[in-house]
């Protein structure tokens, strides 16, 4: 027989399919730890190059720990939408909104010297260690602190005027913003200055960033907007960095670029640049010498 139904059928049986739809939804994501990226900023997107072109934009990320914190054993392994993958190599540069993805190590206001183990199968987060002992800062870092994925700083590869090459790392992120993140969280972040920290001879660039989420972010678009809305901020940043080490008997970390902290568009050509010398390590052209894990 022939049943004829009226408008507002249709829609009440479309809506109790959707509802039913949802319910089946909710035990697959209990228990799940996931970081959404962030909704579109007004700032225009960067053209994403090479190997960094970012997933879609709702792509989520969660974390597992294994061993008890604080350990030796102890490590927190991602992954996306519960497939197993590395924050270095599996987690994109960029995102379509113009934001980069932060991978937090060590959240603000703690001093656990927590690492990406970028020569560890799937490069897990892990706490550093001297001698066989768990490594600390000698006290807190204010801020949260971090990587880009798919950036690498290329030992092999001199800077033109500093004459220091790059430290086998990827490079680091100090966050500025007003939360403090979860360790082994990944959120957009807006990248507005860097600065050049030369460490034991070697450059580590520190790129200053703000979550994309933070209320103040919308007003943080350059380095000179962190003067104007976070004063003396950059400052205490490059004082941290270079007298960290001093407790323990060594000598300050120096700065290049005349202890300036560069502008966003020094800050997004360093970014560009460490993500095609990530790009060539994967690749294979640049023959991976240095005892990095790619998977």
């Not at 697959?28 to 960067?46: C, I, K």
């Not at 002992?133 to 798919?150: A, E, F, S, T, V």
């Amino acid at each position: 027989a022939h049943v004829v139904s009226t408008p507002s059928q249709k829609m009440s049986a479309i809506a109790s399919a959707f509802k039913t739809m949802a319910c089946a939804a909710k035990p697959a994501l209990a228990g799940r730890q996931f970081t959404r990226a962030a909704p579109s900023l007004r700032a225009p997107a960067f053209k994403a190059r090479g190997l960094s072109i970012a997933s879609p934009a709702f792509a989520k990320y969660g974390s597992e720990k294994k061993g008890e914190y604080p350990s030796l054993e102890f490590r927190i392994f991602f992954n996306e939408d519960g497939k197993p993958v590395s924050p270095w190599h599996g987690v994109p540069l960029h995102n379509p909104d113009g934001t980069c993805n932060f991978i937090c190590e060590i959240p603000k206001e703690t001093k656990a010297k927590m690492e990406v183990a970028t020569d560890e199968e799937m490069t897990p987060i892990k706490q550093d260690t001297k001698k066989g002992k768990l490594r600390d800062y000698p006290y807190n870092i204010n801020w949260n602190y971090g990587m880009l994925p798919r950036t690498w700083e290329d030992p092999g590869h001199e800077h033109p005027t500093m004459k220091v090459k790059g430290d086998n790392d990827p490079v680091d992120v100090v966050e500025i913003g007003s939360v403090a993140l979860a360790m082994g969280s990944v959120t957009p972040v807006k990248p507005v200055g860097v600065y050049a920290m030369i460490d034991d001879g070697e450059l580590d660039w520190k790129v200053i960033a703000i979550a994309a989420s933070d209320p103040k972010a919308k007003d943080i678009n350059d380095v000179a907007d962190v003067e104007k809305h976070f004063p003396g901020e950059l400052e205490k940043i490059r004082v941290w960095f270079r007298d960290y080490k001093t407790p323990d008997g060594k000598p300050i970390n120096e700065f290049g670029l005349d202890d300036k902290c560069m502008d966003k568009k020094y800050t997004m050509a360093v970014i560009e640049e460490t993500a095609g010398f990530y790009d060539k390590l994967v690749s294979g052209e640049r023959e991976n010498d240095g005892g990095l894990s790619l998977k």
